[in-house]
C-alpha cells in the first residue's frame, strides 16, 4: 500500500557525500543485516555501520537516517480504496510488512491517517521476524485465530513473499497493479 524506493535513499547518500550514485546503486544490497534489521534483531546504529563499510560512505547517522527516510513516494490509493471496499463487504482485512525500527517511526505518523483500512497491522520489526519466514506467517495466523480451512489470502509484490505464504498453507497472489489486484479478488469471490 506504501509506495517505496530505495533509489532514493541512494541518490541523497551520493548527494550528500559525492560518492558516485551509480556505484552505491550496484553496492547496495538486500543481504543478512538488512534482513536482521527489519526483523528487529539489529539495531538501527548497527545496520548504518554495516551500510557505510558496504557502501564506502563517511555520513553521520543523522545523513545515514536522512537518506533512508527519502525511499517513500505515498499510498497507493487505488489499493486503499479497494481495501476500504474489503473492509465495507465485511472481510477483514490485515496489513503485514516488513519494516525496521527507523522506517516505522518514520512513516507511521505520515501515513496513520490511512491504516484504519486495516483491522489489524502486523510489523515485521516488532514480530522479530519476516516475510517470507514461516514463524512470520505463523505469528499471524495464531494471532489471528486461523485455523486451517480458513479463507485466507495474501497479496504481496514480492513474488518472495507470496511464496512464503503458500509454503506456509497460505493462498496468496503477486500483486501487480490495482486493476489486477481487483480482478483477483473478484476471482476469490471476495469483491463483487
Known amino acids: 500500500m506504501v509506495e517505496f524506493s530505495f533509489d532514493l535513499a541512494i541518490e541523497h547518500w551520493a548527494s550528500a557525500s559525492g560518492a558516485d550514485r551509480a556505484a552505491l546503486g550496484r553496492q547496495f544490497r538486500v543481504d543478512d543485516e538488512f534482513e536482521a534489521f527489519e526483523a528487529g534483531r539489529l539495531t538501527t546504529e548497527g545496520y548504518f555501520d554495516h551500510l557505510r563499510a558496504c557502501l564506502d560512505l563517511d555520513l553521520s547517522d543523522k545523513e545515514m537516517m536522512s537518506g533512508w527516510n527519502a525511499i517513500y513516494l505515498g499510498v497507493n490509493q487505488e489499493v486503499l480504496s479497494l481495501l476500504k471496499e474489503l473492509r465495507a463487504s465485511g472481510v477483514r482485512v490485515v496489513g503485514v510488512t516488513n519494516t525496521n525500527p ?31 519466514e514461516r514463524r512470520f506467517f505463523e505469528l499471524v495466523a495464531r494471532s489471528e485465530g486461523i485455523v486451517k480451512g480458513d479463507h485466507v489470502i495474501f497479496v504481496d509484490d514480492s ?30 469471490k471476495l469483491l463483487g
Request: glycine fraction near 4%; charge should be negative.
Open 102 to 132: 527507523a522506517h516505522l517511526a518514520h512513516w507511521f505518523p505520515w501515513y496513520e491517517r490511512d491504516f484504519p483500512v486495516f483491522d489489524e497491522l502486523y510489523i515485521s520489526s516488532q514480530l522479530q521476524c519476516r516475510k517470507p
Open 159 to 188: 513474488e518472495q513473499n507470496v511464496d512464503g505464504a503458500h509454503r506456509s498453507g497460505i493462498e496468496g497472489f503477486l500483486f501487480h497493479d490495482s486493476d489486477q489486484m481487483r480482478v483477483e479478488l473478484r476471482e476469490r
